[in-house]
């Protein structure tokens, strides 16, 4: 029985023009509203559970949109929830398989057999190309979700949430290096990234790996072991300087800071911490701790880093007996180019012919190289091989709650210049004999406010 009222429903089987026109719009419906086709030709109890989900999912999107441009730091905090992103999960998949259920049945209803020839060819393709995107669509959308979740449980694992002191928050930022040579990981560059907390302005303090006698923080159990500075009567390792404080405790003291790992952090790292804080006369709320070994495969998963290199460098770390590096190995030629992560990881590591000082200037050069190629489309592109040498490459205590404040400030970073001090002889600093009043003296005026507190009234 046919129904010329309602010609989608009741279509005249007998007339290949009307059953295409009729394909052609439970298609297009079908992709534009999915759950319309059964609502106007199909079962309307489907028809009706399919729009609806549709209009709720609309519904989520819009007010992620609307939350993401109103509240950046809440959208991202919430993004990045392990339990919201178990749920996104869910729900992308929910959806997904419900959209190939409602495009099989609207391939069931266009009834193919009775349109025409040409066109049951171009409906087809239409209607696979459609659901190929929506499901690879969906499937790229619960991997970024599950690599995510994943990725940042694993490496924000801090619990304490701490508030800004003098208006900065401040983090010790470690490049790790682990070698065949050495016992157990040491220290290869030193840093603090202090940034204003009202306006996001940076300024980083390089602190060289072999300065010497740091003071350790009143109240650190270090303080004790050398009242005098560390290393002033000899320490336990074969050198004395400040990289040497973390591979110390790790080996021979963790004893002394017993809750650093269920804190999220380690022992040496809260060494480090220590005398960093007594050196530069700051408090460090945070530490992010880079291993320079897997350095390379961070480089090499966001397609390379672009390096303008102003002179020649060999890459080895052997001298002959003037002091000199030999001839007969790769080099680094001056000029702009594009580093992979083995030659990128050479160059921020490379000693011979050069100078620590120079060799701090070129790991920040790479640094901030590879923050210029953390743009979204780059990371989104390469999300899972980034997301996972990402968690190979670093550690911090920064806890998951604090992750979207802290993106939303780096935003607010990129956009002003950063300022930067090194703790060099350029500067009027002896590593080897530093006056650490001076010091301190230097940090407090680099990290001056950019602009004057309100009172409290």
Not at 73 to 92: D, E, P, R
Not at 270 to 289: F, H, K, N, P, S
Not at 328 to 353: C, F, H, K, S, T
């Amino acid at each position: 029985m046919t129904n010329a009222s309602s010609p989608v429903r009741y279509p005249n089987t007998r007339s290949p023009e009307v059953m295409t026109r009729r394909a052609w719009v439970l298609v297009v419906l079908n992709i534009l509203i999915p759950g319309s086709a059964q609502l106007l030709a199909g079962s309307r109890r489907l028809g009706r559970f399919g729009v609806g989900s549709t209009f709720v999912l609309w519904g989520l999107i819009a007010i992620g949109a609307l939350v993401y441009f109103l509240g950046r730091t809440a959208f991202i905090t919430i993004a990045t929830n392990s339990f919201a992103l178990w749920v996104l999960q869910g729900v992308i998949i929910f959806y997904v398989v419900l959209w190939v259920v409602l495009t099989l049945d609207t391939l069931r209803l266009v009834r193919f057999v009775n349109v025409e020839g040409n066109a049951r060819i171009f409906v087809a393709v239409l209607s696979v190309a459609a659901l190929l995107v929506v499901a690879g669509t969906g499937a790229y959308a619960v991997m970024i979700a599950g690599t995510t979740r994943s990725t940042v449980g694993e490496v924000f694992a801090g619990t304490t949430i701490e508030p800004p002191v003098d208006g900065r928050y401040n983090i010790l930022l470690l490049g790790g290096d682990a070698g065949p040579d050495r016992d157990g990981l040491r220290p290869d560059s030193i840093s603090v990234v202090s940034v204003e907390a009202s306006t996001g302005k940076a300024t980083i303090i390089g602190v060289p790996r072999n300065m010497e006698d740091v003071p350790f923080v009143e109240g650190s159990p270090l303080a004790a072991e050398y009242p005098d500075g560390y290393g002033l009567n000899g320490c336990q390792v074969d050198v004395c300087l400040i990289n040497s404080i973390y591979t110390e405790v790790e080996l021979y003291s963790p004893d002394l800071y017993p809750d650093a790992v269920a804190n999220g952090s380690q022992p040496g790292i809260e060494a480090m911490r220590d005398a960093v804080e007594g050196t530069l006369g700051i408090t460090i709320q945070y530490y992010a701790l880079i291993d320079m070994q897997g350095f390379a495969d961070l480089i090499d998963a966001l397609g390379g880093v672009t390096i303008d290199v102003a002179h020649r460098l060999p890459i080895t770390d052997e001298v002959d007996e003037n002091g000199q590096p030999y001839t007969d190995v790769p080099w680094i030629e001056p000029g702009v180019q594009l580093m992979n992560g083995g030659i990128a990881l050479a160059y921020a590591r490379i000693r011979a012919g050069t100078t620590d000082y120079e060799r701090m200037g070129r790991q920040r050069q790479v640094q901030e190289a590879i923050l210029q190629q953390f743009d979204p489309a780059n990371v989104l592109t390469k999300f899972q091989a980034v997301a996972q040498a990402g968690a190979q490459v670093v550690s911090t205590d920064i806890p998951q709650s604090m992750l979207g404040y802290f993106v939303e400030l780096a935003g607010k970073s990129r956009a002003l210049p950063v300022d930067t001090l090194d703790l060099v002889p350029d500067n009027g600093v002896d590593p080897e004999y530093p006056d650490f009043d001076y010091i301190r003296q230097l940090v407090a005026e680099a990290l001056a406010p950019t602009v004057e507190e309100t009172p409290a009234p």
